[in-house]
């Protein structure tokens, strides 16, 4: 069963323009959540993260917005660059048991 | 710092044999993490340390996997015997604290192929 689901295994945006990157989870319980980036051979980077308790993160050209009740967040890239071509990962992060569940990544693709 | 260091960055093996996965920490830092990330099921938490105690290793597959952390600098993940279901990318994290309260930082990972 999994709990964290990014439901596109590939994105394939135009430089300049909006990437959206969605993800959906399925318990409510969760306290943060996180997108993490990842270049081919090499770990992923933490990117940016936002609490259950707000709606809306911003830094620089990333923003994530969280909709609780719809258990979905996305992470919006304005304006897209080919450096941001990656794959994406979202995560949710449990703070009673310290549960960190991963979904199986976006692969976003900035044409130029 | 050199950051999270993994040793080897590819592996092949045949079925039966053993694996080990080696891991340096960033220095300093408290958590040490082993993932796992395949196609079907994306990247997984194998099991966490703190302070080179194991605290949660829930995310291990099965007894033929197991990790130990024998000093603050280094760690290894083994696989006795090894399967071809196996076959995946190992990734080493650290951080000073627990997420979210602290960025984890990420090995290059280990590229394992059990044939």
């Known amino acids: 069963d999994q709990q964290v689901k990014q439901n596109s295994p590939s994105l394939s945006v135009q430089e300049g323009r909006i990437s959206i990157l969605n993800c959906d989870y399925t318990n409510s319980m969760f306290d943060y959540f996180l997108w993490y980036k990842k270049y081919p051979a090499e770990g992923p980077t933490f990117l940016i993260s936002?609490?259950?308790i707000k709606d809306k993160n911003e830094d620089g050209r990333f923003t994530v917005f969280l909709n609780k009740s719809a258990k979905h967040l996305s992470l919006h890239i304005v304006p897209s660059q080919p450096g941001d071509s990656a794959v994406y990962f979202c995560a949710a992060f449990k703070d009673s048991n310290y549960q960190l569940i991963w979904g199986a990544g976006t692969k976003l693709i900035i044409k130029p | 710092d050199a950051g999270v260091i993994q040793s080897p960055r590819h592996e092949v093996t045949e079925m039966g044999q053993e694996v080990t996965l080696r891991c340096k920490p960033i220095s300093g830092h408290d958590y040490l993490f082993w993932y796992r990330q395949t196609m079907m099921r994306g990247l997984e938490l194998l099991i966490y340390f703190n302070n080179n105690v194991p605290i949660d290793d829930s995310g291990m597959p099965e007894d033929r996997f197991s990790a130990k952390m024998p000093n603050a600098s280094f760690s290894t993940l083994k696989i006795q015997p090894s399967e071809p279901r196996d076959s995946a990318v190992y990734f080493c994290?650290?951080?000073?604290?627990?997420?979210?309260?602290?960025?984890?930082?990420f090995g290059p990972g280990t590229r394992l192929l059990v044939l």
């Open positions: 936002i609490s259950s």
């Open positions: 994290a650290s951080s000073f604290e627990l997420p979210p309260q602290e960025t984890q930082y």
